[in-house]
């Protein structure tokens, strides 16, 4: 493993410019209904992709609306407040460093309209009668001159943040608000996120944007980088026999089914039927972390759990990346004899 490498610090002027934080700038968009997805360059991999679409933060701003809670008629914290917010957190915690701007990655739109076009037939309804929002967004930045390598892979400081309003009980008065957070590592070879438990956040309540600043100013300056490196070094040095990896492809199928008494001896396994059937795939066919003759060592399988989680709703994303660095670091260890995870490779 290569030591933290920072590069010489850029500024970034497209993101979190100084202006006031009250309020959000943002220029109209020419086609804002069918046309606002990125014109920017797109990737060719994403952070993740099930079921979602690329969207940018002026079309969040200028032509979605913002729920409301129904008994009290107060706003909800935007999406671009919860992405600002976040950005600008970083920005403080890593001054010094390169911040990208967000991919932002969205799902399950709402549509209503407006109450003049409450009559119309669907047939005449105009663009500006109708409204939008998403019920669910995640977003990711990364900060590139934080990085280190495993593996052969490049491995960029990464910020993520999710936000569902399924989480939400909008029929009732204005409550604190549910964000989940993350800071760790993107596999720039794949995009796949590596989160660990000290840099993840899964239910940061906020009543407004300062308490999500608060929050992400307290998880990164709680993460170790360096200890989420070594942590994930270690799988470079452990390896799975076949006869292993098929013990475990075929004992995760298997635990969806135990019995509830049998369950409580054993780790929480989130990962799908049909993510492990992609990992499986995956062990034979992956261009980067497939086997290597009849072995495979954990960082690999870590990839393909990771990759597989990409197939993941927004609102079970983070929760899945964790857990899959909870399996690989239990599988790792039963490799060296300890017992928890051992019923998985036995």
Not at 53 to 60: A, K, Y
Not at 133 to 151: D, L, N
Request: proline share 4%.
């Amino acid at each position: 493993m290569e030591r933290l490498r920072l590069l010489p610090a850029q500024e970034n002027a497209n993101l979190f410019m100084d202006v006031d934080y009250e309020v959000l700038e943002s220029k109209p968009l020419d086609n804002p209904f069918n046309d606002y997805v990125d014109a920017s360059p797109k990737k060719e991999l994403h952070f993740i992709s099930a079921n979602t679409s690329e969207t940018n933060l002026q079309h969040l701003k200028e032509d979605c609306i913002v729920p409301v809670f129904t008994k009290d008629n107060e706003l909800t914290i935007s999406h671009p407040v919860f992405i600002e917010s976040v950005c600008k957190a970083a920005k403080d915690v890593f001054p010094n460093e390169v911040i990208e701007e967000p991919e932002i990655r969205v799902s399950h739109i709402i549509k209503g309209r407006i109450p003049e076009a409450v009559h119309k037939p669907v047939n005449q309804l105009l663009e500006s009668d109708k409204t939008i929002y998403y019920e669910r967004m995640a977003f990711a930045f990364e900060i590139p001159t934080i990085y280190s390598s495993i593996g052969g892979n490049r491995l960029n400081l990464c910020v993520t943040g999710v936000r569902a309003y399924n989480r939400e009980n909008l029929y009732s008065k204005k409550t604190a608000e549910k964000f989940s957070i993350a800071i760790g590592f993107l596999n720039t070879v794949c995009c796949n996120l590596c989160t660990f438990t000290d840099g993840y956040k899964a239910d940061l309540k906020a009543m407004n944007r300062y308490d999500l600043y608060r929050g992400a100013i307290d998880l990164f300056t709680r993460y170790s980088a360096e200890k989420h490196l070594y942590y994930m070094n270690e799988f470079t040095k452990y390896d799975m026999t076949e006869s292993q990896f098929a013990q475990f492809i075929g004992k995760t199928r298997l635990y969806q089914y135990l019995p509830n008494k049998q369950k409580l001896y054993l780790p929480y396994i989130g990962i799908t039927d049909s993510q492990i059937n992609m990992v499986a795939k995956s062990y034979y066919k992956d261009e980067n972390f497939s086997k290597d003759g009849n072995r495979i060592n954990m960082w690999k399988v870590y990839n393909l759990m990771t990759g597989a989680n990409k197939s993941s709703y927004i609102d079970n994303f983070l929760d899945r990346s964790l857990n899959a660095s909870q399996i690989t670091e239990g599988l790792t260890r039963a490799l060296r004899g300890e017992s928890e995870y051992s019923w998985f490779i036995e």
